[in-house]
């Protein structure tokens, strides 16, 4: 006979290991924090072990208590996802987390090969933010950049995040090296100040700074790269379609790591599923796919690359 032990108390002490605190779980479980409190307390006197220290401030978990948790919260989001699966409409529907920037440079321009193997499935893609601390309860996967190391979730390599500087054809023709960078043309992404001095560095200039203008996402920058305002740092996978078609080139062969990567991010018992598991398997044979880098353009393309600059048409700009 299966012995469920004060399911109250567990799914107190659940949300409140992984919120951090009683008013945290208080707030998830529509209850006071004295409420959880009781309940997280009289489930360690039945269980006959500590689950918590109650420090002055904050909850600290025993090593019991994070073993005990590590084994919860995979059960409720199962349930959680049973339950959803049971209760919504027939239609089949994917929700990807992914930011801003490489939802409109990378997934959405590669979305329409997953549609045509798998027409049955809607996709539907929320834009969490590329910074986002937070896993949304509705989404069946993430794309996340980091090192990987996303408590409770399950985390697998795509793309190198490699940088390396990229811009127009018409503006590579003066680079021959990357001594002949100047500070006041180089773009800057808000969130990413250090991809310059890092690249900077590796290449062996050291005394330059950037210092043009200043963007809040990637993608921003790039379209200004594009546009002859300046040289942007790209980073894989952002640029490989751009650089493919000519739209940007690479004035330099040097690639610098960005010290992360991009991973798919998603909770364990969505491997199961079957609409993730068609997803998972193309967006791993899209990421293995080999990316064509493009250098600096001939003298006999330099006129050609300049038109297909004026004539490139961007997505619309990011929120």
Same mark, same amino acid.
């Given at each position: 006979?299966?012995? &469920?032990?004060?399911?109250? #108390?567990?799914?107190? /002490? !659940?949300?409140? %290991?992984?919120?951090?605190?009683?008013? =945290?779980? *208080?707030?998830?479980?529509?209850?006071?924090?004295?409420?959880?409190?009781?309940?997280?307390?009289? &489930?360690?006197?039945?269980? #006959?072990?500590?689950? /918590? !220290?109650?420090? %002055?401030?904050?909850?600290?978990?025993? =090593?019991? *208590?994070?073993?005990?948790?590590?084994?919860?919260?995979?059960?409720?989001?199962?349930?959680?996802? &049973?339950?959803?699966?049971?209760?919504?409409?027939?239609?089949?529907?994917?929700?990807?987390?992914?930011?801003?920037?490489?939802?409109?440079?990378?997934?959405?321009?590669?979305?329409?090969?997953?549609?045509?193997?798998?027409?049955?499935?809607?996709?539907?893609?929320?834009?969490?933010?590329?910074?986002?601390?937070?896993?949304?309860?509705?989404?069946?996967?993430?794309?996340?950049?980091?090192?990987?190391?996303?408590?409770?979730?399950?985390?697998?390599?795509?793309?190198?995040?490699?940088?390396?500087?990229?811009?127009?054809?018409?503006?590579?023709?003066?680079?021959?090296?990357?001594?002949?960078?100047?500070?006041?043309?180089?773009?800057?992404?808000?969130?990413?100040?250090?991809?310059?001095?890092?690249?900077?560095?590796?290449?062996?200039?050291?005394?330059?700074?950037?210092?043009?203008?200043?963007?809040?996402?990637?993608?921003?920058?790039?379209?200004?790269?594009?546009?002859?305002?300046?040289?942007?740092?790209?980073?894989?996978?952002?640029?490989?379609?751009?650089?493919?078609?000519?739209?940007?080139?690479?004035?330099?062969?040097?690639?610098?790591?960005?010290?992360?990567?991009?991973?798919?991010?998603?909770?364990?018992?969505?491997?199961?599923?079957?609409?993730?598991?068609?997803?998972?398997?193309?967006?791993?044979?899209?990421?293995?796919?080999?990316?064509?880098?493009?250098?600096?353009?001939?003298?006999?393309?330099?006129?050609?690359?300049?038109?297909?600059?004026?004539?490139?048409?961007?997505?619309?700009?990011?929120?």
């Amino acid at each position: 006979m299966r012995r &469920l032990l004060f399911l109250n #108390g567990i799914k107190a /002490f !659940e949300a409140a %290991a992984r919120g951090g605190s009683f008013a =945290a779980a *208080g707030a998830e479980l529509n209850v006071s924090a004295a409420a959880v409190s009781r309940m997280v307390h009289l &489930l360690e006197e039945r269980l #006959g072990v500590a689950l /918590f !220290e109650r420090k %002055a401030n904050r909850l600290v978990l025993t =090593a019991t *208590g994070r073993a005990y948790q590590s084994g919860l919260t995979p059960i409720f989001d199962a349930l959680a996802s &049973l339950t959803t699966q049971v209760t919504a409409p027939k239609r089949r529907v994917l929700t990807i987390g992914v930011g801003p920037t490489f939802a409109m440079r990378w997934l959405i321009p590669h979305l329409a090969d997953f549609r045509k193997a798998h027409p049955d499935i809607e996709v539907r893609i929320t834009a969490g933010g590329v910074l986002a601390s937070s896993f949304g309860d509705d989404w069946s996967c993430g794309i996340r950049l980091g090192d990987g190391d996303w408590p409770g979730l399950v985390a697998e390599p795509l793309f190198a995040a490699d940088l390396v500087p990229v811009c127009a054809p018409r503006l590579a023709a003066g680079l021959k090296r990357p001594s002949d960078l100047k500070g006041p043309s180089l773009l800057r992404v808000a969130h990413a100040n250090e991809d310059w001095p890092l690249w900077l560095k590796a290449a062996g200039v050291v005394r330059l700074s950037a210092r043009g203008p200043e963007f809040d996402h990637y993608g921003q920058a790039l379209q200004a790269a594009v546009d002859g305002l300046g040289i942007a740092m790209g980073i894989r996978p952002y640029v490989d379609d751009d650089l493919l078609a000519r739209r940007l080139v690479a004035p330099f062969a040097l690639t610098v790591p960005k010290g992360m990567r991009w991973y798919l991010v998603y909770r364990s018992f969505q491997a199961g599923q079957r609409d993730f598991a068609a997803f998972h398997r193309w967006i791993m044979r899209a990421a293995a796919a080999p990316a064509t880098q493009a250098g600096p353009p001939r003298k006999k393309d330099r006129q050609k690359g300049a038109g297909i600059v004026n004539g490139f048409t961007n997505h619309p700009a990011e929120s």
